[in-house]
């Protein structure tokens, strides 16, 4: 008789584990479905990364020092430790489960003063790279 209930606590282990094997791939399975939005429901935005403003790239002078630059921009997101002279500032943002966008500046340098930049932002008319000619699509052209 003892054996027999053994078995059926086995059996219910059994069932009880299926079940829930079961019920994980069910719901898994339903993962890649778009879930309702619920009306006035709060949805917290989204922000990785440097913020990144115009002001900021305007106060981006060429020749500057490194500790400059990270004054002005702060520490930058990506420093590539097989391209040393070459800083990746990247934000991501992501309003309210909107779409998500992404903003990305690159700076480079030579010996250890900033030469250029490319990337999302142009610097302003009153920025000192107009005065040297240097802008983003000349920097592109020395990186390739």
């Given at each position: 008789m003892?054996?027999?209930?053994?078995?059926?606590?086995?059996?219910?282990?059994?069932?009880?584990?299926?079940?829930?094997?079961?019920?994980?791939?069910?719901?898994?399975?339903?993962?890649?479905?778009?879930?309702?939005?619920?009306?006035?429901?709060?949805?917290?935005?989204?922000?990785?990364?440097?913020?990144?403003?115009?002001?900021?790239?305007?106060?981006?002078?060429?020749?500057?020092?490194?500790?400059?630059?990270?004054f002005?921009?702060?520490?930058?997101?990506?420093?590539?430790?097989?391209?040393?002279?070459?800083?990746d500032?990247?934000?991501?943002?992501?309003?309210?489960?909107?779409?998500?966008?992404?903003?990305?500046?690159?700076?480079?340098?030579?010996?250890?003063?900033?030469?250029?930049?490319?990337?999302?932002?142009?610097?302003?008319?009153?920025?000192?790279?107009?005065?040297?000619?240097?802008?983003?699509?000349?920097?592109?052209?020395?990186?390739?």
């Open positions: 003892q054996s027999r209930s053994i078995k059926k606590s086995h059996l219910k282990s059994y069932v009880t584990f299926a079940g829930i094997v079961i019920l994980a791939l069910t719901t898994s399975a339903c993962s890649g479905m778009r879930v309702p939005q619920f009306p006035g429901v709060y949805k917290i935005p989204i922000a990785q990364g440097n913020i990144i403003t115009q002001e900021m790239i305007d106060q981006l002078e060429p020749g500057m020092t490194r500790r400059q630059v990270v002005v921009m702060g520490t930058p997101l990506v420093r590539d430790p097989f391209q040393q002279d070459r800083w500032y990247v934000f991501n943002y992501q309003p309210g489960g909107g779409i998500r966008g992404q903003e990305r500046v690159s700076l480079n340098f030579e010996n250890d003063l900033l030469v250029s930049l490319s990337g999302d932002f142009e610097p302003g008319p009153e920025s000192a790279w107009f005065d040297t000619g240097n802008t983003a699509d000349d920097s592109a052209d020395t990186n390739s």
